[in-house]
């Protein structure tokens, strides 16, 4: 992991040579002599991961890692004297007026005796890097230098891959089904050649339910000879893949494999291959190209030929035609217990109650990773069973998992197997999930938010930074490090997290690393001066007493600061590129904030800080500025000279009764309109004035604001103006604003997400023509025409909601209308008495919410066959349940009586807030169900399971009396 460090100080550096070269003069050779000694040592720290590898493997010597970790105090080094000199510069007054002579003589004297300093600072570090280098050549410890690293090398390489195949089955639970299901998969279907990936993290077991589908008779009698298991690996290339499986199955050839040809390869397998039923098992496969490799020696004769493969990495299966996924999950609880049980209690194989809670958690420890839970079930079996030995075990987890050789092998090298193979930048932004507390599911804006000013995020041609860090956090979940924890109604994910394990594994090497460190009570001092960044999670008492001296990058805090702590924060450590405090008691920011002359990042929302220092404006590399439901109400003017910030959100909170909330856009004074490098702005106090200079912000993508005074017939200038917006909410300070948006030639084409609160008098015709608009959110007053006669042929629209917007007493929702709609919400009709779902509507319909409407009965609901959400009456007054109750009519088919009154009785006395249920028709084959807040889709779902057929007829409401 040295190279990382060398390589962002070589960036560094050359960044400095272009934009100082001035400023540097006689330092200037030195940081060219040191910027190529680290590009010398950069070619030997290229395999830096794969001694760590061989050092988890017993392989690596003492010498090489204390040679690594020299190097790496010394990139670091150099990084904070670059630091250093940027701030140094920019507190260089270049001032005006009848001093200016007087300041230009003491700057130039400052400059001098600042270049002095660089110069003797990198004389020093080329010195030691010097002396690093000659000491590794003398011991050998490392090839000479200028050899670079060897194509030779390889990755610590694990074999328990070949027992995994052939596991017994008492080590084995919750295969069952999935091996049947990939079993149909191989021996059933089409005849096209066909490819099943098995895909999921290490340590899932891929391997062992791979050969167990493999060695099964089933498939062995179907492909009868024409069967090979091959073991891809991380190393394997294009030509020596093709010849394993030449090998495997021992095609004649005419001449040695090794003396063959690609082309020759690709021809020997096609024509032994040709007209025959064949299985080809590819285990472990890490090759990117890897389809590439093997598509067109491998032929498909419509034989019903089948490969099937088992990556930790899901980006393997890109390009391949005839494809099915098979995602492999963690085990249930009950199965990982039962596992656990097995492997500790060798007897029996039951828990005793005193343990099932500790066993629980250790199970959700590993993850419920089945080779991870063999594993420490092997070494629970040795000990003692009593709660005090399991607590003990449970709580050292992070230390054993370094030290005990057996949990080494089978869970921290499987896992760390993903890490070393991802790419420089990955690896940090993969650690950098070791700042937040364990199991805490991460906002993904949040935190790729902080990976950009720490320089992780590579720029790329006709992307932004935001887009190549998404990019970056969709590899990591495809490679299977890191966990969707929810997603958007476009799919798109918006917070994420590592699993238990993965999380201890992050902690190891970021403390190896001196990547991060996390302060709790019981652990409140640096383990290293060099740690540059620190997570706050706990009591900071004494916390700025333990980092003095530290060249602390990022904190993050996760609790409250004692009085005058985040002044220290300020004060001391004016290297800081990242503060976090979004969530902790933090109610002040002070002046000296603005001395934080590299700050990037600064997030306060949901703090109780009420008013931003004027010497914010000081912050000019500041590039996000979080503010969101914080006490802030109005910014400051001094905010327009952050001219680099990209993300600037803030809104406050407005107690306007006991139990009502409104959430206000802030006051921006005059002149932000410099900011023309912000990409996303809200929410803002929006009159003409502001409305004028957003006009300047053509690189917004999303734009939140609140119309007052009237401003809103000056609208359409300002977003027709705006080409590059993705998402525009507009609210109104009162229903008397008008919100114009009628008149526009050319609306920006790639809006996605379109929020409209006020008055209008007609919906924009424009709107047909946004063909990305996915989400709509109406609140709107004063429409003389059906909004949802406009709105229903949008061809990717996934997400409606109305609020008081449709004036009609029936709504029908028509055969063809929203094809992609997957969520609806409908509130406040206040004279809308009958909704209607004609068959073909909304077919792709998941969640639909109504209300508050008590008496609004809805028919059709059974032509929304994938219905699964709830649907509800919302905001119900307390009065509402005393008078209205929902109705929900179902119909059904018995086979007899007795069997529709057990069910009536069992819904009756088994779900919360049924009050009655009856039998009706002729047959007695209809279903009343009277009751208060009912989950229809839930109700539907349980007497489905029990009872099969049933379908909804209509839901609706009934007065209480009528019960």
């Given at each position: 992991m040295a190279e990382i460090a060398v390589k962002f100080s070589v960036e560094t550096l050359s960044y400095l040579l272009v934009e100082e070269i001035e400023l540097l003069g006689r330092a200037e050779p030195e940081v060219r002599d040191v910027k190529r000694e680290l590009e010398s040592i950069r070619a030997f720290l290229k395999d830096a991961d794969a001694r760590a590898a061989a050092e988890e493997e017993g392989e690596s010597s003492e010498g090489e890692l204390i040679w690594a970790k020299q190097v790496r105090a010394e990139a670091f080094r150099i990084e904070d004297v670059i630091d250093e000199f940027s701030f140094a510069v920019a507190k260089?007054?270049?001032?005006?007026?009848?001093?200016?002579?007087?300041?230009?003589?003491?700057?130039?004297?400052?400059?001098?005796?600042?270049?002095?300093?660089?110069?003797?600072?990198?004389?020093?570090?080329?010195?030691?890097?010097?002396?690093?280098?000659?000491?590794?050549?003398?011991?050998?410890?490392?090839r000479p230098m200028g050899q670079g690293s060897s194509s030779e090398t390889t990755y610590g390489q694990h074999d328990?891959?070949?027992?995994?195949?052939?596991?017994?089955?008492?080590?084995?639970?919750?295969?069952?089904?999935?091996?049947?299901?990939?079993?149909?998969?191989?021996?059933?279907?089409?005849?096209?050649?066909?490819?099943?990936?098995?895909?999921?993290?290490?340590?899932?077991?891929?391997?062992?339910?791979?050969g167990r589908v493999y060695h099964h008779h089933t498939v062995e009698n179907h492909f009868?000879?024409?069967?090979?298991?091959?073991?891809?690996?991380?190393?394997?290339?294009?030509?020596?893949?093709?010849?394993?499986i030449i090998l495997k199955f021992s095609c004649p050839t005419t001449r040695k494999i090794k003396e063959m040809e690609e082309d020759d390869l690709i021809r020997t397998l096609r024509k032994h291959l040709e007209n025959k039923r064949y299985m080809v098992m590819f285990d472990d496969v890490w090759p990117i190209s890897f389809w590439q490799y093997?598509?067109?020696?491998?032929?498909?004769?419509?034989?019903?030929?089948?490969?099937?493969?088992?990556?930790?990495?899901?980006?393997?299966?890109?390009?391949?035609?005839?494809?099915?996924?098979?995602?492999?999950?963690?085990?249930?609880?009950?199965?990982?217990?039962?596992?656990?049980?097995?492997?500790?209690f060798r007897g029996d194989g039951r828990c005793p109650p005193r343990l099932e809670k500790l066993s629980e958690s250790i199970v959700e420890k590993f993850a419920r990773l089945p080779l991870a839970i063999v594993a420490v079930g092997g070494i629970l079996s040795t000990k003692e069973k009593t709660e005090y030995e399991w607590k003990k075990f449970l709580d050292g987890l992070g230390s054993k998992l370094g030290s005990d050789p057996f949990l080494n092998i089978r869970c921290t090298k499987i896992l760390s197997?993903?890490?070393?193979?991802?790419?420089i930048r990955l690896k940090f932004c993969l650690l950098y999930f070791g700042l937040f507390p364990y199991n805490y599911s991460i906002s993904c804006g949040r935190l790729m938010r902080l990976w950009i000013p720490e320089g992780f995020v590579q720029y790329v041609d006709n992307q932004t930074l935001e887009e190549v860090a998404e990019d970056y956090l969709i590899e990591l979940i495809d490679r299977n490090l890191v966990q969707v924890v929810d997603r958007d109604i476009s799919g798109r994910i918006r917070s994420c997290k590592v699993h238990a394990l993965m999380y201890e594994i992050i902690l190891q090497k970021s403390k190896?690393?001196?990547?991060?460190?996390?302060?709790?009570?019981?652990?409140?001092?640096?383990?290293?001066?060099?740690?540059?960044?620190?997570?706050?999670?706990?009591?900071?008492?004494?916390?700025?007493?333990?980092?003095?001296?530290?060249?602390?990058?990022a904190v993050l805090l996760f609790d409250s600061l004692p009085n005058g702590y985040l002044t220290t924060f300020v004060r001391d450590f004016k290297l800081l590129k990242a503060l976090d405090f979004k969530n902790s008691f933090v109610n002040n920011l002070p002046e000296a904030v603005g001395n934080l002359f590299h700050l990037h990042y600064l997030n306060l929302r949901c703090t109780t800080v009420k008013k931003l220092p004027k010497s914010i404006g000081k912050l000019v590399n500041l590039e996000t500025l979080d503010l969101k439901l914080s006490g802030v109400e109005e910014l400051p003017t001094e905010i327009k000279h952050l001219k680099k910030l990209r993300y600037l959100?803030?809104?406050?909170?407005?107690?306007?009764?006991?139990?009502v909330i409104r959430y206000e856009g802030v006051t921006i004074q005059k002149g932000f309109g410099s900011l023309r490098d912000l990409r996303k702005l809200y929410f803002v106090q929006a009159d003409t004035q502001v409305l004028q200079e957003l006009k300047m912000l053509v690189k917004l993508r999303k734009l939140g604001i609140t119309l007052t005074n009237g401003s809103g017939k000056n609208l359409s200038d300002l977003i027709e103006n705006m080409e590059n917006l993705e998402s525009l909410i507009v609210d109104s300070a009162s229903r008397e604003e008008i919100i114009d948006i009628e008149c526009m030639s050319s609306p920006p084409r790639y809006l996605q997400r379109l929020c409209l609160k006020g008055t209008m008098e007609k919906m924009p015709i424009w709107i047909h023509e946004l063909e990305g608009l996915n989400r709509i959110d109406l609140?709107?007053?004063?429409?003389?025409?059906?909004?949802?006669?406009?709105?229903?042929?949008?061809?990717?629209?996934?997400?409606?909601?109305?609020?008081?917007?449709?004036?009609?007493?029936?709504?029908?929702?028509?055969?063809?209308?929203?094809?992609?709609?997957?969520?609806?919400?409908?509130?406040?009709?206040?004279?809308?008495?009958?909704?209607?779902?004609?068959?073909?509507?909304?077919?792709?319909?998941?969640?639909?919410?109504?209300?508050?409407?008590?008496?609004?009965?809805?028919?059709?609901?059974?032509?929304?066959?994938?219905?699964?959400?709830?649907i509800s009456s919302r905001d119900f007054r307390s009065t509402v349940k005393e008078y209205y109750l929902e109705k929900v009519v179902i119909k059904l088919h018995f086979d007899c009586a007795n069997e529709g009154r057990t069910l009536s009785e069992t819904i009756v006395h088994s779900i919360n807030g049924v009050m009655r249920a009856a039998l009706l028709g002729g047959d007695g084959n209809i279903l009343e169900v009277v009751g208060y807040r009912l989950d229809a889709t839930k109700l539907l779902k349980r007497i489905r399971k029990k009872h099969g057929f049933a379908e909804i007829v209509s839901f609706g409401m009934v007065s209480g009396k009528e019960c």
């Open positions: 260089f007054n270049h001032g005006s007026g009848p001093l200016a002579v007087v300041r230009k003589v003491n700057r130039f004297l400052r400059e001098q005796k600042l270049r002095r300093r660089i110069v003797k600072e990198i004389q020093d570090i080329k010195s030691s890097l010097a002396q690093i280098k000659r000491r590794a050549e003398s011991y050998q410890q490392l328990s891959r070949v027992g995994s195949r052939f596991i017994k089955d008492n080590h084995v639970v919750g295969f069952d089904s999935r091996r049947k299901t990939l079993i149909d998969l191989l021996v059933k279907g089409t005849l096209e050649r066909s490819v099943i990936a098995v895909v999921g993290e290490g340590g899932l077991g891929k391997t062992t339910l791979a009868e000879d024409n069967q090979v298991w091959i073991t891809v690996g991380k190393e394997s290339s294009k030509i020596n893949l093709l010849r394993s093997v598509e067109q020696a491998l032929p498909d004769d419509n034989t019903g030929s089948r490969i099937m493969i088992t990556t930790r990495d899901m980006r393997i299966t890109t390009g391949i035609r005839v494809l099915t996924i098979h995602q492999l999950e963690p085990l249930p609880l009950p199965k990982a217990m039962e596992l656990l049980c097995r492997e500790t197997y993903s890490y070393y193979d991802l790419p190896g690393l001196d990547f991060c460190q996390v302060l709790r009570e019981e652990h409140s001092s640096l383990h290293s001066s060099t740690t540059r960044r620190i997570s706050i999670n706990g009591s900071a008492d004494g916390v700025t007493e333990t980092i003095k001296g530290s060249k602390i990058r959100r803030a809104s406050y909170a407005q107690l306007l009764t006991v139990d609140d709107l007053s004063g429409l003389s025409e059906d909004p949802i006669s406009i709105l229903h042929s949008l061809p990717n629209l996934l997400e409606l909601r109305l609020k008081d917007t449709y004036h009609y007493d029936h709504l029908q929702f028509k055969d063809g209308w929203f094809q992609k709609l997957q969520q609806l919400s409908l509130f406040n009709f206040g004279g809308l008495e009958v909704v209607t779902i004609d068959k073909g509507a909304m077919p792709d319909l998941r969640h639909l919410e109504i209300g508050p409407d008590p008496l609004l009965k809805i028919t059709g609901l059974e032509h929304l066959e994938k219905l699964e959400g709830s």
